[in-house]
């Protein structure tokens, strides 16, 4: 298994970037990852008005992917994320949902022990390791690591745990994928604009997937299966991810539109990923026994 340190970061998601690291198609590789300040907030005398912002939200990589090819797809399994000891939260002025309560900056950093978050004294947080930063390089003009697309990117999609299988529209040779971003734990929404922000590892199978043609991710959990949407409101959103769904439920089983949008009205779930960054991002989550029902493959 390769490894990729944390030397090797992107700042933007680009199809001109030069590959930190080349992979056969099925290959795993175990990444280094920076938290989403750069790893520049590590004491309590570390505060945000002081920290270079050209350094905020990088992504390790790109990797290359030998096999992965525009038009297809790649699929992204996670395999294990390792957290460092300690995390760092924040909020301010204009910032997250709550902006307007504040003038200024606030950071607090916490101690991970064994299975939990300790915020405070009384109040222990379970862990919920995922990436926050993920994606592969857009066909156009370079999108910057805080925004999530159709290419992925910050889409802080709490359901991007272990055992998560991601799929993205493959827009240029080698997909060149990058990752980070990681929080220990971190509620649907983000709404201070930030969760339980941690560096770590992220070990990652990459497999080229050229015959799958996709508009947005997909993601695949042990339960459930859903496309992940961004769009200016979270309105927007959602409706995407819906329109996706119904659409490739139809062209892979010929099912009905009608009946297909009844039953996954009775079955379906539209979760909030994130309300904070330039782009809101929803995931439209569609049961794995409805999938089966109706005969459904990828």
């Known amino acids: 298994m390769q490894e990729l340190n944390d030397s090797k970061v992107i700042y933007a998601f680009a199809p001109n970037l030069e590959p ?6 099925g290959e795993t590789v175990r990444i280094r990852t920076k938290d989403c300040f ?57 910032e997250g949902v709550c902006g307007d309560y504040f003038d200024a900056w606030s950071t607090k950093l916490c101690s991970i022990d064994g299975n939990e978050l300790v915020w405070s004294d009384s109040i222990r947080i379970p862990l919920a390791p995922m990436i926050g930063v993920i994606g592969v390089a857009p066909a156009g003009e370079p ?3 805080g925004t999530p697309g159709s290419h992925g990117g910050n889409m802080d999609n709490t359901a991007i745990g272990e055992g998560a299988t991601l799929y993205f529209p493959v827009a240029v040779d080698g997909a060149l994928f990058g990752c980070g971003d990681m929080h220990a734990c971190m509620g649907d929404g983000e709404v201070s604009v930030s969760g339980a922000e941690v560096a770590g590892w992220a070990t990652v199978t990459l497999t080229a997937l050229p015959e799958l043609a996709l508009t947005d991710p997909l993601i695949e959990t042990a339960t459930h299966l859903g496309v992940i949407a961004s769009a200016e409101s979270l309105d927007a959103a959602a409706d995407r991810a819906v329109h996706e769904m119904v659409d490739l439920l139809h062209d892979r089983t010929g099912a009905c539109k009608d009946e297909l949008i009844m039953l ?17 991002t929803v995931r439209f989550m569609v049961p794995k026994y409805v999938l089966e029902g109706l005969g459904f493959t990828l």
Do not use: F, H
Request: net charge negative; aromatic share 2%.
């Open 38 to 94: 750069g790893n520049q907030i590590q004491t309590a005398d570390d505060v945000l008005d002081e920290i270079d912002w050209d350094r905020i939200n990088p992504a390790t990589g790109p990797i290359y992917v030998e096999g992965a090819v525009a038009g297809g797809a790649l699929k992204v399994s996670i395999d294990r994320i390792e957290l460092d000891p300690q995390t760092a939260s924040c909020t301010g002025a204009g």
């Open 20 to 25: 930190a690291l080349t992979v056969s198609s």
């Open 143 to 145: 999108v910057n690591c």
């Open 264 to 280: 996954l009205s009775l079955t379906a779930d539209v979760q909030v990923c994130q309300m904070v960054d330039p782009e809101k």
